[in-house]
């Protein structure tokens, strides 16, 4: 199909290959589908699929690549991504109708930064570039640095100073990206990664590169897929630099104008209460909008200037959305449970679970409802945050909730009296 780099503002076009991911007019960018297709039959399609071995099909982002892109076989870089699980979560978490957790955290490197990392880099090479670069609260640096050695191509990064957690940082050295620590946050390491991608002419893979969000989209895509295309009420997910924010609405538009849905979910999007530019702005029915100094203990969303706020609002109005924002401690009790469920996210994904919760007190989201919560991120990327709750060491977290390791003597009795105590345990 026929695609071209459309203004979300003045409307201009541009070929894909367009240098820079704005418009002269200072818009954010979009991939527009040009042709209008009877694209329903797709459906059965996007099944058969999945029988397929070739990686390219059992990928669950190019497997759905009519709405991606139109890439040959071999110009895509995968590892295959994307195939993640939609869990049915016990209903009493949220007293709703149905509740669902849809677990970007199973992607190959752990967050949903794969689902556009790899059309990003697929077009990077097409394109010939040798470097990618992208500022990052770690995910997105882990996710290029991964796909970027795959495709043979190099990788910079740019970190805030300290507030990344260990298991992105690692990841991202271990793949082999040339990180840079910015002294400053991630703001401020965006909008270098910006100036110096434009000077060196190096491919930008931040949620402001368009073909990236293309990727993105297929989350929406993946769990109607696997609802069997029953419309849920709510699909609820945490925002920082409000990539997904932005990819969703565009897909839920797409779908409609193709047919496939008669009516969109509602987008909650949730943000931690001190890295809330969103949420601000939506109080004032999106009039007005001021970047924020974010600090949060959900550091993958610590994010407070988000370059696709342009995009993101859209999303909201089209599918009579609404933004939340919740507090650290509201993030963690939420990571808990979703921990103890054995399922397990990282701090900013356990946002939408809050988030939903406050949704759900305030009567906004309702008894009857059916509601989709994005984990965006794995367990294992921030075990710092994970263990400093279970050792009593986050100020604010009751005792009971704790589940610290007890420190015994090597003696049978102790051990046996340690465990009768844990068998006598309700
Ligand atoms: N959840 C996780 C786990 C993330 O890593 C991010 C963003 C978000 C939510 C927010 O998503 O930006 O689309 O609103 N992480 C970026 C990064 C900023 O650099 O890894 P968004």
Known sequence: MKRVLRCVRCKKEYQLNKQGYTCECG????????????????????RNRRLSNKAIDQSGVWRYKEFVFDFNEEEIVTFPEGNTNLYELPENLLDVRKLFAKHEGENPTGSFKDRGMTVGISFAKKLGYKTVMCASTGNTSSSMAAYASRAGLKSIVFIPEGKIAYGKLSQTLAYGAKTIQIKGDFDDAMKAARNIAQDYKIYLLNSINPIRLEGQKTIVLQLLDQLNWEVPDWIVLPGGNLGNTSAFGKVLKEL?????????????????????????????????????????????????????????????????????????????????????????????????????????????????????????????????????????NIQGIPESLLNAPTLIKNRQDDIRKEIERILEEV
Request: net charge neutral; hydrophobic share 40%; glycine share 6%.
């Open 27 to 46: 818009g954010l960018l979009e991939v527009k589908i040009k042709e209008r297709a009877d694209l329903t039959h797709l459906k059965n399609t996007w």
């Open 256 to 392: 409609k104008e193709f047919g496939f849905i008669e009516k969109a979910p509602c987008l909650a999007v949730i943000q931690a209460e001190n890295a809330n530019p969103f949420y601000r702005a939506f109080k004032t029915s999106f009039k007005e909008f001021a970047p924020v100094k974010a600090e949060t203990v959900a550091t993958a969303i610590r994010i407070g200037n988000p370059v696709n706020y342009e995009k993101a609002l859209k999303s909201i109005q089209f599918t009579h959305g609404v933004v939340e924002e919740v507090s650290d401690r509201e993030i963690l009790l939420s990571k808990m449970e979703i921990d103890s469920l054995g399922i397990g996210c990282e701090p900013a994904s356990a946002a939408s679970l809050a988030g939903a919760k406050k949704l759900r007190e305030k009567g906004i989201i309702k008894q009857e409802d059916t509601v989709v919560l994005i984990l965006t991120g794995n367990i294992l990327k921030d075990p710092d945050t994970t263990i400093n709750f279970h050792l009593g």
